[in-house]
C-alpha cells in the first residue's frame, strides 16, 4: 500500500491541461481561463463626475461666493461637446463626462441656480469629485490572469473591460462506468439481492462542481466481455473512472478483461480508510482511476484524487485546504492507515469544534450526507483526547 501523498502525486502528474476554447463571457461563470484576459478599454474610458453638481475650472470658484455662467449640461450617455472657459460651468450628473477645460465639480447642494447663472457658495478644490479615467483599470491591463477560475465577480469586471469573449479550457471529459450484477437504476425493477446504484450521482455532480464535463457511461455487467467494452464507450475521454472492481477478485477481473485492450497498471491499493482498494494507470494512453464501489469510499476517494486531476487538467494549482479543530469527543489510535473520519462541525465559544459520528461503516451514506467534514488521522496516530485540536478537511468548499 502506498501513502496518500504519494498516490494524488502520482495521479496528479499523469495530467496536462486540456486545450483552449473561446466562449462568451456570459457563459464563463466557473471556467478556468486558458491566458491573461487584458482590458479593451479603461474604467472609466474618461473622466467622469462621482456626482450631480457643476463643472468648473477651480480657479473660477477658489474664493466664494462665485458667480458662473451656465453654457450646457453633460448628463450620463450625453458628454457636452464644448469647452469650459474662464467665469463658466456646466451642468453635469453622476456618471457624466467631465467637459474639457472643467477641472473640479461643486455638489449641487453647494450651489444655487437661476437660469444660465449658477452661484457657487462652497469653495472648489482641483480633482474633486472628479473620477479620472482608468481609475478602475486601464486599456490593456491584465484583468484575470490565466488559470483563474472565474467568478460571478469577475464576469461583471471583464463585461466593464469590454470583453465579450474569454479564452477557456476546455472542460474535461469524465467518463465513469459502475460496474456490478447487483445494481440498477433508481427506480428501475431490482434483482434478487439486489441495491440501486447511487455513487455515480454524487460523482457526476462532483465532477460538474469541479469544472468536468461528467460523462456518465452506465452499468456494466461483472463480465470480462463487457469490462473489456470500456476502451470504446470512453473513446473520447480525459480521464475514466471506474466505480465498483476494485477489490481483490474484481482487479483480476479488471486486469484479465483490460490487460488485453491496452490497460498498464501504475498502483493498486493505498493506505487510506475508507477507500484501500484504488486503481489507477492507463488504458490506451487514457488514465484510468479505479474507485471503490462502496459509495462512502467511491466520494471520499473522488474528493481526495478526482478533485486534484480535474484541476491538473484545467492547470490549475489544487491545495487541500485543512481546518484545525477542537475535538468533543475522544479517538483511539489510528493503525497504518490514514483514517478520514466523517464528522460535523460547529463553533464553541469562538472556536471551531468537531464532533465525529460514532459509526463510520464505509456502506452508510446518510452519515457522508449528514456530515459536513473529515477529520484527518494520520497513520499511527496516537489517542485524541477531548478538548485534542486535529485537522478537518471540509467536504464543501
Same mark, same amino acid.
Given at each position: 500500500?502506498?501513502?496518500?501523498?504519494?498516490?494524488?502525486?502520482? *495521479? &496528479?502528474?499523469?495530467?496536462?491541461?486540456?486545450?483552449?476554447?473561446?466562449?462568451? *463571457?456570459?457563459?464563463?461563470?466557473?471556467?478556468?481561463?486558458?491566458?491573461?484576459?487584458?482590458?479593451?478599454?479603461?474604467?472609466?474610458?474618461?473622466?467622469?463626475?462621482?456626482?450631480?453638481?457643476? $463643472?468648473?475650472? &477651480?480657479?473660477?470658484?477658489?474664493? %466664494?461666493? $462665485?458667480?458662473?455662467?451656465?453654457?450646457?449640461?453633460?448628463?450620463?450617455?450625453?458628454?457636452?461637446?464644448?469647452?469650459?472657459?474662464?467665469?463658466?460651468?456646466?451642468?453635469?450628473?453622476?456618471?457624466?463626462?467631465?467637459?474639457?477645460?472643467?477641472?473640479? %465639480?461643486?455638489?449641487?447642494?453647494?450651489?444655487?441656480?437661476?437660469?444660465?447663472?449658477?452661484?457657487?457658495?462652497?469653495?472648489?478644490?482641483?480633482? /474633486?469629485?472628479?473620477?479620472?479615467?482608468?481609475?478602475?483599470?486601464?486599456?490593456?491591463?491584465?484583468?484575470?490572469?490565466?488559470?483563474?477560475?472565474?467568478?460571478?465577480?469577475? @464576469?461583471?469586471?471583464?463585461?466593464?473591460?469590454?470583453?465579450?469573449?474569454?479564452?477557456?479550457?476546455?472542460?474535461?471529459? %469524465?467518463?465513469?462506468?459502475?460496474?456490478?450484477?447487483?445494481?440498477?437504476?433508481?427506480?428501475? &425493477?431490482?434483482?434478487?439481492?439486489? =441495491?440501486?446504484?447511487?455513487?455515480?450521482?454524487?460523482?457526476?455532480?462532483?465532477?460538474? /462542481?469541479?469544472?468536468?464535463?461528467?460523462?456518465?457511461?452506465?452499468?456494466?455487467?461483472?463480465?470480462?466481455?463487457?469490462?473489456?467494452?470500456?476502451?470504446?464507450?470512453?473513446?473520447?475521454?480525459?480521464?475514466?473512472?471506474?466505480?465498483?472492481?476494485?477489490?481483490?477478485?474484481?482487479?483480476?477481473?479488471?486486469?484479465?478483461?483490460?490487460?488485453?485492450?491496452?490497460?498498464? #497498471?501504475?498502483?493498486?491499493? =493505498?493506505?487510506?480508510?475508507?477507500?484501500?482498494?484504488?486503481?489507477?494507470?492507463?488504458?490506451?494512453?487514457?488514465?484510468?482511476?479505479?474507485?471503490?464501489?462502496?459509495?462512502?469510499?467511491?466520494?471520499?476517494?473522488? @474528493?481526495?484524487? @478526482?478533485?486534484?486531476? *480535474? $484541476?491538473?487538467?484545467?492547470?490549475?494549482?489544487?491545495?487541500?485546504?485543512?481546518?484545525?479543530?477542537?475535538?468533543?469527543?475522544?479517538?483511539?489510535?489510528?493503525?497504518?492507515?490514514?483514517?478520514?473520519?466523517?464528522?460535523?462541525?460547529?463553533?464553541?465559544?469562538? %472556536?471551531? $469544534?468537531?464532533?465525529?459520528?460514532?459509526?463510520?461503516?464505509?456502506?452508510? #451514506?446518510?452519515?457522508?450526507?449528514?456530515?459536513?467534514?473529515?477529520?484527518?488521522?494520520?497513520?499511527?496516530?496516537?489517542?485524541?483526547?477531548?478538548?485534542?485540536?486535529?485537522?478537518?478537511?471540509?467536504?464543501?468548499?
Amino acid at each position: 500500500m502506498i501513502p496518500v501523498a504519494e498516490a494524488r502525486e502520482r *495521479i &496528479a502528474s499523469a495530467f496536462r491541461p486540456t486545450g483552449s476554447e473561446t466562449i462568451a *463571457i456570459g457563459e464563463a461563470a466557473g471556467r478556468v481561463l486558458a491566458e491573461d484576459a487584458r482590458a479593451r478599454l479603461g474604467q472609466p474610458p474618461a473622466p467622469v463626475s462621482s456626482m450631480d453638481g457643476y $463643472a468648473v475650472r &477651480a480657479a473660477d470658484a477658489a474664493h %466664494i461666493p $462665485a458667480t458662473l455662467r451656465v453654457i450646457g449640461s453633460s448628463p450620463a450617455g450625453h458628454p457636452f461637446a464644448g469647452n469650459v472657459g474662464s467665469g463658466e460651468a456646466v451642468r453635469i450628473f453622476t456618471g457624466g463626462v467631465v467637459p474639457e477645460g472643467a477641472d473640479s %465639480i461643486v455638489i449641487q447642494e453647494d450651489t444655487d441656480s437661476s437660469g444660465d447663472t449658477v452661484i457657487v457658495k462652497e469653495a472648489a478644490k482641483h480633482g /474633486r469629485h472628479i473620477r479620472v479615467a482608468g481609475l478602475d483599470f486601464k486599456s490593456g491591463e491584465v484583468l484575470a490572469s490565466s488559470r483563474k477560475r472565474l467568478t460571478p465577480r469577475d @464576469l461583471s469586471l471583464l463585461a466593464a473591460g469590454d470583453l465579450a469573449h474569454v479564452s477557456v479550457r476546455r472542460k474535461p471529459r %469524465i467518463a465513469f462506468v459502475a460496474t456490478g450484477d447487483e445494481l440498477s437504476r433508481p427506480g428501475d &425493477a431490482r434483482k434478487d439481492g439486489g =441495491i440501486v446504484a447511487s455513487s455515480g450521482y454524487g460523482l457526476g455532480a462532483m465532477i460538474a /462542481r469541479w469544472g468536468g464535463e461528467p460523462v456518465d457511461l452506465g452499468i456494466l455487467p461483472d463480465t470480462a466481455e463487457a469490462v473489456a467494452s470500456i476502451p470504446t464507450l470512453a473513446k473520447n475521454a480525459d480521464l475514466i473512472v471506474t466505480l465498483g472492481g476494485a477489490s481483490v477478485g474484481d482487479h483480476d477481473l479488471i486486469q484479465r478483461a483490460l490487460g488485453p485492450e491496452g490497460f498498464t #497498471l501504475d498502483f493498486w491499493k =493505498i493506505a487510506m480508510r475508507p477507500g484501500k482498494p484504488l486503481i489507477f494507470g492507463s488504458l490506451r494512453g487514457t488514465p484510468l482511476l479505479g474507485l471503490p464501489g462502496n459509495p462512502v469510499s467511491t466520494l471520499v476517494c473522488a @474528493l481526495l484524487f @478526482l478533485k486534484p486531476a *480535474i $484541476a491538473a487538467l484545467l492547470g490549475t494549482a489544487f491545495e487541500e485546504h485543512l481546518l484545525a479543530a477542537k475535538l468533543e469527543t475522544p479517538l483511539a489510535a489510528n493503525d497504518k492507515r490514514q483514517d478520514y473520519i466523517r464528522a460535523r462541525t460547529n463553533v464553541a465559544d469562538g %472556536i471551531l $469544534a468537531v464532533r465525529p459520528f460514532t459509526v463510520q461503516d464505509s456502506s452508510m #451514506l446518510s452519515i457522508l450526507a449528514e456530515a459536513d467534514c473529515l477529520i484527518v488521522r494520520s497513520p499511527h496516530a496516537p489517542e485524541a483526547k477531548a478538548g485534542d485540536m486535529v485537522q478537518v478537511l471540509m467536504l464543501e468548499d
